[in-house]
């Protein structure tokens, strides 16, 4: 057997084999433009007897459409890309786009140099969901790709938005914390470069205004590693508090780790709340209090507007719903 007889099939040697045109032979397999009814049946035996197989990614290219779509993350280092968080977005979207023949790729975007978007303005790339968006990162989307970028936060004019409505569900969490009779509440943030990070922040201080409760706030990023160390600096700053709620399920269960490890107990002495209902947040002893984040839905939502191709609202939010258990 030769190496030619081992090759697949290409859309030439159907064109060959039929006795039609390249063109001929593409329009029918696509299903597209005129061809006359004895072409279409030379070109579907051709098809047949050499067991022709479509390229999904040749098919995308010739009509503009790309054949990957692209999760474009920023972040301080390229540890961002191993995030749970990030995982899904990406799980989510492969989901949607693997039955239109679309690949998912990932890429890191380091902060303060958002300059890779350039790179992805090319016709294989179909759509660009950003996550972890910024100003910085919206004004520098290429005027080239405006249409076929999403952003997972903050938009613009020329950049839908899809997101959790963080503002409703930190504040379900902080009435509940008041509701069941704290008065001393810290609030452990998330990083301050990221704008939707600072939503909950502006909420817990409005609350607290209107509550003329004090206003704790510790910096944070997201990580246990973070909760565990603003555990033991809320200890020492304010020695009454009672209780400690974090924008991230992975702070609020360093923060509940630090506490232990300072011999106070949940929700005993300080009770402990977080933000987004990771699996664990249901198996930790005590379960921990949250508010729902839905991750998958978002970014399936992104995904989809971005292969319909249509504009999508300037902002979409999805609810989020406070998560009652045993940590508060």
Known sequence: MTAAAQRPATLEDVARVAGVSRSTASRVIAGTGFASPSAR???????????????????????????????????????????????????????????????????????????????????????????????????????????RVVSIGVGSASVPSFDVDNVAGSGAVLRHLYATGRRRIAMVAGPRWLPCAQRPVETYRRLMRQAGLPERVLPGDFTASCGRAAADAALRRWPDVDAIYAISDDTALGVIAGLRDAGVRVPDDVAVAGFDDIPLAGLTAPALTTASHPVRRIAAAAAAALLDGRPAAPVTLFPSDLVARASA
């Open 41 to 147: 049946e030379l070109v579907a035996a051709a098809v047949d007897q050499l067991g022709y197989v479509p390229n999904p990614a040749a098919r995308a290219l010739v009509r503009g459409g790309g054949v990957r779509m692209v999760v474009a993350v920023l972040g301080t280092s390229a540890a961002v890309l191993d995030d749970p968080y990030v995982q899904q977005v990406v799980g989510s979207a492969a989901r949607v786009c693997t039955p239109a023949g679309v690949g998912v790729a990932l890429q890191w975007l380091p902060l303060g140099d958002p300059g890779g978007l350039a790179q992805l303005d090319d016709r294989s790339v179909c759509g660009v969901i950003l996550v972890n968006t910024t100003e910085d990162l919206l004004e520098a989307v290429p005027r080239s790709l405006r249409g």
